[in-house]
């Protein structure tokens, strides 16, 4: 494993590392690598702006403990958010509605417009249908004067996106993307996990629900506190693939995974949004780079890209570059190992595809089908140590054999907890740490399907084979 570090350098706002095993045959065609992103000191905290984005929807009533209980989040993230925060609140039904103030406009948080925004609150109602994008699109003119701040919503529903048609939805992801944070929660039994994924994809931010309407004050209360600690309004990477090579993707990979688009793409730069960040934070991206090899010395260290941190809107470099590498060689130990964490969250995104697939099955009516995939995804999450997905599939199959993939469907499956898992099946954990070394030690893994060699400790090779407890094969 090659680990490349000079967004360490002293003085970097935001340091980078790259774990990759840049070792290739000639035969081989894509480069995979793991991009650690670290927020060090990104400077003095920016203005914050909130916008809360409540489902007022008719089905809201039904039963009318959620109305209830998204009143009491709502004022629970007001409380939250500190004297000289700009905030709104909105009515989201078929509609977007200012539910305070009442003019479309920000106001500046103090104990006056606190207790006007409660009882505004307090007196929301449920009628009417559902149309998200037009509750974004709302929030994004609300948002849109204040540029400098740190601008962040908080979308809340119980039901389908039923009141416009997809396009719409796909349009106003399309206009707020870059212009603020969005994080998308679910209540009840009736929304779909696919839409709130697309929302927090798109806005970068992060899509769950709560199994208890109980619990969402508490939810709320977290998420806030959460986007009011960060400082950095938005963070891009930039890729540049040098010639012979090409950006395949990039996504995130920790701490969810989400499939990212380029703002801005060159012949052979692109440039990623990657959201607010706060001090202190760490996050981890999964690139590939295709290339083949076209007569370039072997035995040596190639560049093949470039990545480096940079300001949203002025372009500003927020750390040093750092190069992706490849080393042609005609030897067969070096270039048939992969990277530890290039190999974790392949395994992570499998477990992401395995439990959705064992929602489709179920949704389709196929018990069996449903059983298959969530036995394979709780031997992922077993193996991998994600206690977070795995407590999620608990709740769907009674486990009496994790790491032997030993389940049984819940018969008592409730829906909540079918959702649940379903939005969060893409939350991920952080890869092994390991010391660079182009050769690692002890006995290695020789995968019986794709013949790479592996570290002695893997317990999936890249192709998704997974390994015994045994050595070897």
């Known amino acids: 494993m090659t680990v490349a570090e000079p967004g360490d350098a002293m003085g970097a706002a935001v340091r980078l590392r790259l774990s990759q095993h840049k070792y290739m045959s000639t035969s081989d065609s894509r480069m995979h690598a793991v991009l650690t992103v670290s927020a060090g000191d990104l400077g003095p905290a920016r203005e914050s702006a909130e916008v809360l984005l409540v489902d007022c929807s008719g089905s809201m009533s039904t039963p009318p403990t959620k109305i209830t209980e998204a009143r009491r989040a709502a004022i629970g993230a007001l409380d939250a958010l500190p004297d000289g925060v ?22 500046r948080m103090d104990a006056r417009t606190r207790d006007e925004a409660t009882t505004a609150v307090s007196r929301l109602y449920a009628g009417g249908g559902t149309a998200m994008g037009g509750w974004l699109q709302l929030a994004d003119r609300l948002l849109a004067g204040h540029g400098g701040a740190v601008r962040h919503a908080l979308l809340l529903t119980d039901g389908r996106d039923e009141g416009e048609s997809v396009a719409v939805l796909d349009r106003a992801l399309r206009e707020c993307a870059g212009h603020f944070v969005c994080d998308a929660r679910g209540i009840g039994e009736d ?17 769950d629900s709560v199994r208890v309407e109980a619990e969402l004050a508490d939810d709320f209360r977290r998420l806030v506190r959460a986007a009011m600690a960060k400082v950095l309004p938005d963070l891009l990477i930039r890729v540049t693939a040098l010639p012979g090579s090409r950006l395949r993707f990039f996504k995130q990979a920790f701490p969810a995974e989400l499939e990212l688009q380029p703002t801005s793409r ?92 064992g929602c489709d099955a179920f949704d389709r009516g196929d018990a069996e089908g449903a059983r298959r995939h969530w036995a394979r995804a709780v031997v992922l999450a077993h193996d991998s140590g994600n206690e977070e997905v795995l407590a999620r599939l608990r709740r769907l199959v009674e486990i009496r054999d994790a790491a032997g993939g030993v389940v049984a469907v819940r018969p008592d499956l409730r829906r909540v907890d079918f959702l649940n898992a379903a939005v969060g099946s893409n939350i991920s954990t952080r890869g092994p740490e390991r010391a660079p070394s182009a050769v690692p030690a002890g006995p290695e893994r020789r995968c019986p399907e794709c013949d790479r060699r592996n570290p002695g400790d893997a317990r999936y090779c890249e192709c998704g084979h997974r390994f015994g407890t045994g050595s070897g094969r």
């Open 86 to 107: 700009l905030f709104a609140v909105v009515q989201g039904t078929d509609r977007a509605r200012m539910a305070y103030p009442r003019t479309p406009e920000l106001a």
């Open 266 to 357: 060159g012949e052979r730069t692109a440039e990623f949004r990657t959201g607010t960040w706060g001090p202190g934070e760490v996050r981890e991206y999964h690139l590939g780079v295709d290339l083949r090899h076209d007569g370039e010395p072997m035995a040596e260290d190639l560049q093949i890209a470039v990545v480096q941190p940079v300001r949203a809107g002025d372009g500003g470099e927020l750390g040093p570059p750092v190069p992706v590498l490849v080393h042609w060689t005609d030897d067969p130990q070096l270039s048939s190992r992969i990277d530890p964490l290039v190999a974790h969250y392949t395994g992570q995104a499998d477990l992401n595809a395995a439990v959705l697939a």
């Open 191 to 207: 929304w779909r996990p696919d839409e709130l994924r697309r929302i927090a994809s798109a806005l970068r931010g992060g899509a």
